[in-house]
């Protein structure tokens, strides 16, 4: 396996991890939940739970520790992405600035993720969508 596949598998399960996070009120309100049952409860915490959309101490412990295990992932892409020409570095480290962004604004909520969204996500979607336009 290519050093750059292994940066990339590295890269790809945190942000799907991330896109949950940031969704996961969104996701509630349509009924879903994408977080894994097992790590829920192993918190203490189940769907009905996330449906009742309150943060809790237990819903705290459990997003601080979501939030620490994506960044350490996040840290390997990057430390692997180290190696890479510019170009390639530069496209691996703007994503995990992004998405680092969006997980720190989670934190920035208090882990308020069930009636808060990530503001800077939906800032970039729409400046990208306004860039292309033109």
Do not use: C
């Amino acid at each position: 396996m290519s050093t750059a596949t292994i940066v990339l598998e590295l890269l790809v399960w945190p942000i799907k991890i991330t896109n949950i996070l940031r969704d996961v009120g969104e996701d509630a309100l349509a009924g879903r939940v994408y977080l894994p049952q097992d790590e829920l409860a192993a918190f203490g915490l189940s769907a009905k739970d996330i449906f009742a959309m309150k943060v809790s101490e237990k819903w705290k412990e459990f997003m601080k520790f979501q939030i620490e295990r994506v960044r350490f992932y996040f840290s390997l892409a990057g430390e692997g992405a180290a190696s890479f020409d510019l170009a390639f570095r530069l496209s691996i480290w703007t994503m995990l600035v992004s998405y680092q962004t969006v997980l720190g604004e989670i934190e920035d909520n208090n882990y308020d993720n069930l009636t808060k969204k990530s503001i800077w996500w939906e800032d970039q979607e729409a400046s990208y969508a306004a860039t292309s336009i033109h």
